[in-house]
């Protein structure tokens, strides 16, 4: 089935670092994309997603671009903060039944921004 | 702004309890969902529901069933819950080939 691998973490950066945590998938047919972060204490949060090849999500500083040569969709951001620390999910979305749409996560990526 | 509540944020049961989580929706979404997070493993999806009445298994279902009587509440039960089911437990609804939308979790704590 479809799958998801994201860096393992823990992440730790200092403020205005550059971040990139690491996200490929294995898909059959052409799935969508997404970045969901999780702040602690909460749910998941849509960060950015991409839907096609090429296309690049963005959000809050943050962007991504979906590779399908390479099955990739990279997160990255020029200048992290203290308050972007969260545990951040790559995944993918397959059409099921009723044309619902299940999402395959990755296991997380931790991230922490020290000042 | 969508959204999405559960009925505890936290909850400590004995294990052979009967347990529900409850999650409803204001957004008159057809998907509902609810996933397992655990440290290490990521979110895996234990049911899913695309109508009323309607509901599929996910990746792993075992020791749960759940119950959508209206569209706007998706419960899991845990008919006997045991020890290996203290997790985090989160819903999510979404409309077809639209983003997911996450409630703020149940974590759950079976003695």
């Known amino acids: 089935g479809d799958s998801v691998t994201q860096m393992e973490g823990p992440v730790t950066l200092s403020e205005e670092a550059f971040l990139t945590i690491n996200c490929t998938y294995t898909?059959?047919?052409?799935?969508?994309l997404f970045w969901y972060v999780q702040y602690p204490g909460e749910g998941l949060q849509l960060l950015l997603k991409a839907t096609k090849a090429d296309d690049k999500g963005s959000n809050k500083g943050f962007e991504a671009t979906y590779r399908k040569e390479t099955t990739s969709f990279h997160l990255e951001k020029g200048s992290v903060q203290v308050s972007d620390s969260a545990v951040y999910f790559c995944?993918?979305?397959?059409?099921?039944?009723?044309?619902?749409?299940?999402?395959?996560f990755g296991k997380g990526t931790k991230l922490t921004v020290n000042p | 702004d969508v959204k999405v509540t559960q009925s505890s944020r936290y909850l400590v049961k004995r294990t052979g309890e009967k347990v529900f989580l409850e999650c409803v929706q204001d957004m008159d979404h057809e998907n509902m969902f609810w996933y397992r997070q655990d440290p290490g493993l990521g979110l895996r999806l234990i049911y899913f529901s695309y109508d009323v009445k309607m509901k599929e298994k996910g990746d792993i279902p075992e020791g749960y069933s759940v119950s959508r009587e209206k569209k706007e509440r998706f419960s899991l039960i845990l008919e006997s819950a045991s020890t290996n089911q203290t997790s985090m437990y989160l819903c999510?609804?979404?409309?077809?080939?639209?983003?997911?939308?996450f409630g703020p979790g149940t974590r759950l704590l079976v003695l």
């Open positions: 999510a609804t979404g409309q077809v080939q639209e983003t997911q939308y």
């Open positions: 995944a993918l979305s397959e059409t099921g039944w009723g044309g619902s749409e299940k999402l395959v």
């Open positions: 898909a059959t047919g052409y799935p969508s």
